[in-house]
Structures are given as C-alpha cells and as structure tokens.
C-alpha cells in the first residue's frame, strides 16, 4: 500500500469511529447511505436507510437539499433531533461528490465554552446566595430568640403588678362603692378591666414566648374531657349570657377518662368558645359538641357570626393578626389566641381548623388522638 | 474521624458525577454528628485535592473536575445551618477571590472554617474585582482579610490586588492561600509586610486559635 492511500485508510477509520463531526453520506433523494459513530451515537439511532429530513428539526421548512448544496463553501446553522429528546445545535455543509452528496456537522464549540463558563459562574452565584441565605437566617433566629427571651422576662416582671392592680381594683370597687360616685365607680372599672385584659396578653405572650423558644411542654395527665369543657362552659357564660346567646352543647359525659394536659385544653377550648361567642351575632346559637370514636376526641364550636373568606383563613393563626370579622359586641383580642390554641392541640398530636363562609358563619374543629389501651 | 473506605466510596461517587450519593453521604455523617471541621478537611479538602491531581495528569477531564467543584460547593450547603448557629466572638473576617480567579471554592471553605470558630465569614465570591472588594471591607471593617489564589498564572494579579488593598489598608492582617502556591509563589507573597500563607484549613485553624 503507498504512503498516501495509508494515512487515507487511517484518516477514513478515526473519522468513521472516533471524530467528534457528524458525517452523513445521502442518496440524491436524501436517503443515508453511510454514517460515523458519533452520528450515530448523537442521535441514537442507526440513520441507515432513513431519510435525513426526518432527523432535522426544521421549524420553518427551509430544509431544502438542492438548495443546501448550492454553495459548498457555505455553513448552514440547523439543528438535528439528538438521543436525549433535545434538539442540537450543529454547523453543517454540504457538497456533491459523484451523484452523492457529502453532508457535514461540526459544533460550535466557542458556543459551548461559553456556555459552560455561564454555567459554572450561575452555579457559584447560586452558592454563594445560599451561603448567604443560611448566613442570614442564623442571624435572624438569633435575634428572635433574643427577642423571646426578652419578651419573655417583661411579660413575667409585667405579670405581677398587673395582678396587684386587679385586686385592688376588685377590692375597692366591692368596698368603696357607697363611697364614690358613679363616675368614680365607672373610672375604677375600666381600671379593672384594662388590666385584666392587660394580664391575658400578658399570659399569651408568656405562652408565645414559651412556644417560640421550643419550651412548650405538656404535662399530661388522666382527666376527663367533658369536665374540661363544663368548666371552660361555666367560664364563657356570662359573656354568653351578656349577649343574649344560646349555648347549645351537645357533649357526650360517658367519655372515658384520657391522659391529656387539662389546664392547657381547657384553655384552648376556653378560647374557641370565647371566640364563636364575641363573633356571633346577640341572640343567635353557638353549638357545641364533643364527642369520641375509636381514635379521636372531636370537638367542634359553631357560631352565626359574620364569617370569613377563604384567603383570610392564613391569617387566623398568625402572631398579631386580625380578620376583617369584626367581633359582635367590640370585644378586645390579643391576635395571640389562635395561635397558642393551634399549639396546645397540635402538641397533643392532634390537628385543628376552621370552616367559615362569609354570611353564614364560622366552625372551629379539632380532634386528638385516643392514646390506645 | 472518616473511614478510607467511606472516602473512597465518595470519591467515586464525586468522579462519576452521582450528587445524590455524595449529599447521601455527608448527610449520614452530619446527621451522626461527625465535627464538621473533619468532614471539611477529609473528605471536601482531600477529595478536591485529589480531584485537582486527577485533573493535571490528564486523569479526567476539565468538565469532570468542574462537576465535582459545583458537587462539592452545593454540599457546602448542608452543613450551613450547623456552622452559622455556632456562638459569635465579634470578630469578623473578609475572603475574596483574586480578580481574574475563578476557583472560589477553597476561599469558600476558608471563610467556612472562621465562621465554625464563631467569626463572622464574609465570601466575595470568584473573580471579584479589587475596587469591591476595598469598598466592602470599608464597609465591613474586619478584623483580617484573605485571597484565595488556585491558578499560579494569576500571581501577578493576586500582587496587583494586594497592592491595591494595602494603598487602602497598610496595616490590616492580611492571608494569602490557595492551591496555586504548591507550584511556587509563596516568597513573593512574604514580600509583604502583615502578610501570612496559609498552607491548609489545619493550619488555618491553628492560626485562629492564636488570634
């Protein structure tokens, strides 16, 4: 063999196996009569036989042969469907070798390298926000535990004096009354009802604290469910009474006994009747009741208030959060209650929500789990 | 302390590009509470050594070795709410990349490893021009300041920043390190008055402990 037919045959075996271009060698019709390896590999397919039109992405429907091989000096930007479903970008030309035409594909690899270089300083720019990301959200939690612990200590130094103007304020109210006059007696009780009002955001904001600092704890203990709710009833009915409403209680008394955290249930029940009561409108029904199957303890509090929306739904269990339900009687709230029920229920593994309708009303539901045996 | 084996395992991992198994990984050994200084300097300081080695004998390819840079980078992130909730000491350090420097990840780990001993680590990221990064440490007033440097062709832009900075700042501590002085460099380095080479994340360590 010569020299020249030598690198020829080499030259033709790297190309047919190894060279990163794709080469096609097409029919006058445009049938594939040969191909390389990576055409085949690109592509996934084995191209013999198959007409090269069907392996172009042609969107507007240029491909046209004959006027492709027009100019062989000329590149054409097409793009071909590849193994993976994606299209592919590739620099093809074209030329007519005896009745064949010669068909050419090579990358544009400044395209490539480019993009690479795109790709990893996106990559970096997405770590680096990241880091900061984390960076930023360990400082914000130090500050909220900064700001628990702070709430915390004034609620708990608040909590005392608040307690000591109530007393006194009871106490001359019931013992200075034929001594003061109506005024005097009036100012003496908004005295007392701004500080026991005062003492409830107190005691929410301890809870708040409390649950934000991870220190929620249940001491749990057996207790009946149904006491639980007489008590919390016997609570909320002068306010009831007040506003001419009709409790209405449907509560099941052969409950069994069951392992829960009393003063913290009865505070969270206390606080959804409170709320269906301040929401519903004087003399209408608030219905209670309170029953169990084989896994759950249900509770549910119906009230013929104004309702809710949909998207005000969120808000209901935020810190600080008011809905546009306006309370019947121009009742004050912490915005704090919602939020401490939904973690006494929850702690108890259980789940609450909230079914309203603007117009008709508001359902506060929960349920925990029966512990088994 | 990581097992050879357990190493090996994600080394492999790392080289064939398998992100899942490599975050399965060092998932395993934060959840097992190993010192996450250790996972930084066996396996993420060790493995990206040794994937730079692969790469300059030609073992793998320059896309392979930016695969298991942008692998290793992304599993920076799991270790991040342990690292930033460590108790702060009111010391605050800045780490940038030298112009024209593109590796950030070392400079990266280094920024890491102040914020584990309680400092606040400020990353400029890769190629950040010298005239920000100056305008940022005014801004931030840190105690010290380093450059990373991983390509030994860039010294002369790494002198170019140092210069830059110390104009600005003549008497701030200043920290060079980076792989590229394993090639030389490191005299040119020590021309400069307040300037200190840290070799590894070790020897970082040990030099904060002395601040």
């Not at chain 1, 027009?70 to 074209?94: C, V």
């Not at chain 1, 004034?154 to 109530?166: E, V």
Request: net charge negative; glycine share 6%.
């Amino acid at each position: 063999m010569e020299w020249d037919q030598h690198i020829s045959f080499e030259t033709n075996a790297y190309f047919k196996d190894r060279a990163p271009v794709l080469f096609f060698l097409l029919s006058n019709g445009g049938k594939i009569v040969e191909t390389n390896q990576y055409a085949q590999t690109i592509t996934g397919r084995h191209l013999i036989g198959e007409n090269i039109q069907d392996l172009m992405v042609d969107f507007n429907d240029t491909f046209h042969l004959p006027t492709l091989i027009n100019d062989p000096s000329k590149e054409h930007l097409l793009n071909i469907s590849t193994a993976s479903g994606l299209p592919q970008s590739f620099y093809f030309s074209f030329k007519k070798v005896m009745g064949k035409i010669v068909m050419f594909g090579r990358l544009d690899t400044e395209e490539l390298e480019n993009m690479r270089k795109e790709l990893v300083s996106l990559n970096q720019e997405l770590n680096n926000i990241m880091r900061e990301l984390h960076k930023t959200n360990a400082q914000l939690k130090r500050l909220n535990e900064e700001k628990n612990r702070f709430l915390g200590m004034a609620a708990h130094d608040l909590r005392k004096p608040i307690g000591l103007i109530i007393s006194y304020s009871e106490f001359l109210i019931e013992e200075a009354k034929n001594l003061l006059d109506a005024d005097q007696i009036s100012f003496l009780n908004t005295i007392n009802v701004s500080c026991v009002f005062m003492k409830h955001l107190v005691d929410d904001f301890l809870d708040v604290s409390a649950i934000e600092a991870g220190r929620f704890e249940l001491d749990l203990q057996p207790a009946f469910i149904h006491e639980i709710l007489a008590n919390s009833l016997q609570l909320n009915k002068l306010q009831a009474d007040k506003k001419g409403i009709d409790l209405q209680v449907n509560s099941d008394e052969s409950l069994p006994r069951t392992i829960i955290d009393a003063p913290k249930l009865e505070q969270a029940i206390t606080n959804l009747v409170t709320n269906a009561i301040e929401h519903a409108s004087p003399g209408s029904l608030v219905s209670i009741s309170l029953s169990c199957d084989q896994r759950f303890m249900n509770f549910s509090v119906k009230d013929e208030g104004p309702g809710m929306a949909p998207e005000e739904m969120d808000k209901l269990f935020k810190p600080f959060e008011k809905t546009s339900a306006k309370k019947t009687a121009g009742e004050k709230s912490t915005g704090l209650g919602m939020l401490i029920t939904r973690k006494i229920i929850e702690a108890h593994g259980g789940t609450i929500w909230i079914d309203s309708r603007v117009g008709k009303g508001t359902t506060a539901y929960f349920k925990i789990p029966v512990p088994k045996g | 302390m990581i097992h050879e084996k357990l190493y090996e395992t994600y080394l492999t991992s790392l080289l064939d590009g398998e992100r899942s198994k490599c975050h399965d990984i060092v998932q395993k050994l934060l959840d097992d509470r190993i010192d996450i200084k250790k996972i930084y300097t066996d396996l993420f300081q060790r493995s990206m050594y040794r994937v730079g080695e692969l790469w300059e004998n030609n073992r793998i390819t320059v896309a392979n070795e930016h695969l298991s840079t942008s692998i290793t980078e992304s599993l920076l992130n799991l270790a991040y709410p342990s690292i930033f909730a460590r108790e702060r000491i009111g010391r605050k350090v800045v780490i940038s990349c030298a112009a024209n420097e593109f590796h950030q990840i070392g400079g990266k780990m280094v920024a890491d490893i102040f914020e584990l001993n309680g400092w606040d680590g400020y990353f400029l990221g890769a190629n950040s021009p010298i005239e920000d990064t100056i305008r940022f440490v005014h801004d931030a007033q840190p105690d010290v300041v380093g450059f990373s440097l991983s390509i030994l062709s860039n010294l002369d832009c790494l002198k170019r920043t140092i210069e830059a900075f110390r104009s600005d700042f003549s008497n701030m501590d200043l920290l060079i390190g980076g792989q590229a002085f394993r090639w030389g460099g490191i005299d040119t380095i020590k021309q400069y008055d307040g300037t200190e080479y840290i070799q590894s994340l070790d020897h970082l360590e040990k030099m904060i402990n002395r601040m």
